[in-house]
């Protein structure tokens, strides 16, 4: 029997890992311009952390967590998100005692059991920041701006993206917003979904996150939450709506935002752009400045930001700009056991000068081989009796079509060998 992969777990194959590895690197690259640091959590956590951390009753952790106990009957979950994992960790490891405000980013697998559909996997893969240790509101619009900074490197028109905002108060605002929701969504119940006839009793504030279309219409309605937010939220969104305008990110103000997640505290905030629909947020953050104390360390505020892989992968998909990853494709044009010396002892040459190179281990008629090198190379190299004898291989820039013979010692040096035959071509 052949086995195949899980539901909803697909495997990246290597025509792929090239637009993933680009879109980690800029991850990477600009994440530390921003002076965050990696941390790489672990994928597995008790599971007890996402329900107090992320909340129990959200959908995240009540209907999509994979949990499972271990052999000792310890209940552990596949982690859903991550900012309960980095919270975990920064409290774990008393984070806050070496740096009053601790930047930190992560990347990797995250796994929510959801119907799969085309970009939603059951493993499917999160970047995200999260800045721990203050309270400022220009640190919000600072994590935004970064936000807006990654899609743009990635190619989307930083004119046409698209904030959503809003704030959702402290503990105490979402108290007494909770009652004010209660009232009007209380005699409206009969028209909820059944799950969110449920969370009215629970959490009446998932129902403002619910798809269904008949909730939709009836949350549209809704009292805002921005409009109940005590005094020091209100100032608060307003500072971090003004350090937005004067970072010159648009942005609308969305009574309806709250986000999916129980740790959320005053602003949140999801971005879109209008080149792909901007109904669908590419990522999505806010403050959680409870978390941390929820999670055992001091009364720390803080604020992040996460978003899809797959979303980001399939931006860059767009474009298609597929290059030939190797500098040298070598070719043996015999089997003779010289020839074939040569050729590793030509490509260990080549690879220990930095360049990469690969060659021909299945030999084929000539032009077949050359095919398989235009796809993976910018040139290719023929070795041969000849070319040994004479200390010198033919050399073909498969962009150009342009062939000559080279010295070996030459080879190491691709761009001197490309300079030349440019040059003779012009000629
Ligand atoms: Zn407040
Ligand atoms: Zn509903």
């Known amino acids: 029997m052949r086995l195949a992969s899980v539901r909803g777990m697909r495997d990246i194959l290597p025509a792929e890992t090239g637009l993933w590895q680009g879109v980690e690197g800029a991850i990477r690259e600009l994440f530390g311009r921003y002076a965050y640091r990696e941390i790489r959590p672990p994928v597995v956590e008790l599971a007890e952390l996402f329900a107090r951390g992320v909340g129990a009753e959200t959908d995240i952790v009540h209907k999509e967590m994979y949990v499972f106990p271990d052999r000792k009957g310890q209940m552990l979950a596949l982690r859903p998100e991550a900012t309960a994992s980095v ?9 806050h005692a070496g740096s009053d405000l601790v930047k930190l980013y992560y990347l990797g697998p995250m796994f929510r059991y959801e119907k799969p559909q085309m970009g ?11 800045a721990i240790g203050s309270l400022d509101p220009a640190l919000d619009a600072e994590v935004a701006d970064l936000a807006a900074q990654l899609v743009a490197d990635l190619g989307l028109d930083r004119a046409r993206l698209r904030f959503r905002v809003n ?27 059944s799950d969110c006839r449920r969370r009215l009793e629970q959490n009446p504030l998932r129902v403002l996150d619910c798809k269904v279309p008949s909730c939709r219409e009836i949350v549209c309605e809704a009292p805002s939450s921005a409009d109940h937010v005590c005094s020091a939220c ?8 003004g350090h937005m305008e004067a970072l010159g990110l648009s942005y609308e103000q969305d009574a309806t ?5 129980d740790y959320y505290t005053r602003t949140v905030f999801e971005l879109a752009s209008e080149e792909l629909g901007a109904q669908d947020a590419l990522l999505g953050g806010g403050r959680y400045d409870d978390l941390v104390a929820l999670l055992g360390g001091p009364e720390t505020p803080a604020v992040g930001f996460a978003g899809g892989m797959e979303r980001l992968v399939m931006l860059l998909h767009r474009e298609d700009r597929e290059e030939p990853e190797l500098d040298w494709y ?13 050729t590793s002892q030509i490509l260990a040459a080549m690879r220990r000068a930095g360049l990469a190179a690969d060659r021909a281990y299945v030999r084929k008629a000539l032009r077949k081989s050359l095919q398989v090198a235009a796809r993976k190379a910018k040139g290719a190299v023929f070795v041969g009796p000849e070319e040994i004898a004479s200390g010198a291989a033919k ?29 003779e071509e012009a000629s």
């Open 120 to 130: 939603r996997q059951r493993q499917f893969h999160q970047y995200g920041v999260e």
């Open 167 to 193: 704030t959702i108060g402290c503990a105490a605002d979402r108290e007494g917003y909770r009652g004010v929701l209660l009232s009007h969504l209380g005699p409206r119940a009969v028209g909820l979904c």
């Open 330 to 342: 070598v070719i043996p044009v015999t089997d003779d056991p010289e020839v074939v010396r040569w």
């Open 87 to 95: 919270v975990r960790a920064y409290v774990e490891h008393a984070m």
């Open 257 to 261: 935002l709250v986000r999916g997640l």
């Open 395 to 423: 050399a073909r820039d498969l962009a150009a079509g342009v062939e000559r013979v080279v010295s070996l010692a030459a080879l190491v040096d691709p761009d001197a060998v490309r300079g030349q035959l440019a040059a």
């Open 234 to 241: 209100a100032e608060h969104f307003e500072g971090f709506k």
